[in-house]
């Protein structure tokens, strides 16, 4: 877990060194990458099971990778969704790109009706505070994403530039016992 220093409040933690990072940044910003999304969202499954949520393929390509769970909007059923994230400000900074297609995911729409999510980065689990961001904060935290991902430019394009949702889950408590998102037989949605 990570707090800080001036606040004592948790705080969404940075980006792991991988000696793939240019690799995946590359990946990134090739048009034919989210084609693959099937295979690569089957591949971040078998790994996050595997490893018990210690790693997957985001880690590898050196992003930050985190593991969002919020009640379904119509069901209120806990739907868990691995999604890139920026550490911003203390939070966790996330983009409803839905690897170009032409909707937004289901976990957007998730988040836009739940005020609580929770995030789990590796084995600390969160309770944030959901923000969406919009107005004059969004181009700003745009340019936040991109620089960091540069691949978001490139799904911008696929997806005819739709203003993709944009959200800042801000960390409240840590939660001392990670929700069953660990459990191998956890089913990951990727919608």
Same mark, same amino acid.
């Given at each position: 877990?990570?707090?800080?220093?001036?606040?004592? %409040? *948790?705080?969404?933690?940075? /980006? =792991?060194?991988?000696? #793939?990072?240019?690799? !995946?940044?590359?990946? &990134?910003?090739?048009?034919?990458?989210?084609?693959?999304?099937?295979?690569?969202?089957?591949?971040?499954?078998?790994?996050?099971?595997?490893?018990?949520?210690?790693?997957?393929?985001?880690?590898?390509?050196?992003?930050?990778?985190?593991?969002?769970?919020?009640?379904?909007?119509?069901?209120?059923?806990?739907?868990? %969704? *691995?999604?890139?994230?920026? /550490? =911003?400000?203390?939070? #966790?900074?996330?983009? !409803?790109?839905?690897? &170009?297609?032409?909707?937004?995911?289901?976990?957007?729409?998730?988040?836009?009706?739940?005020?609580?999510?929770?995030?789990?980065?590796?084995?600390?689990?969160?309770?944030?505070?959901?923000?969406?961001?919009?107005?004059?904060?969004?181009?700003?935290?745009?340019?936040?994403?991109?620089?960091?991902?540069?691949?978001?430019?490139?799904?911008?394009?696929?997806?005819?530039?739709?203003? #993709?949702?944009?959200?800042?889950?801000?960390?409240?408590?840590?939660?001392?016992?990670?929700?069953?998102?660990?459990?191998?037989?956890?089913?990951?949605?990727?919608?």
């Amino acid at each position: 877990m990570v707090k800080s220093l001036s606040t004592g %409040t *948790p705080t969404a933690p940075g /980006p =792991h060194r991988s000696p #793939f990072r240019g690799t !995946g940044r590359w990946l &990134g910003t090739r048009s034919w990458l989210p084609h693959a999304a099937p295979v690569i969202i089957w591949w971040e499954r078998v790994l996050r099971r595997a490893t018990r949520n210690r790693f997957g393929l985001g880690e590898l390509g050196g992003t930050t990778v985190a593991l969002i769970t919020v009640p379904g909007r119509r069901t209120g059923i806990p739907r868990t %969704t *691995p999604v890139f994230y920026v /550490p =911003h400000d203390g939070g #966790f900074l996330v983009a !409803g790109s839905n690897w &170009g297609r032409d909707r937004h995911p289901d976990w957007s729409a998730n988040l836009l009706a739940a005020s609580e999510a929770t995030v789990t980065v590796r084995t600390t689990s969160y309770r944030t505070r959901v923000r969406p961001v919009d107005g004059a904060d969004r181009e700003r935290l745009w340019q936040v994403l991109v620089t960091a991902w540069p691949g978001f430019e490139t799904e911008a394009d696929i997806a005819d530039r739709r203003n #993709f949702r944009l959200f800042l889950l801000e960390p409240t408590t840590v939660v001392d016992t990670p929700p069953s998102v660990l459990s191998p037989r956890q089913q990951i949605d990727t919608r």
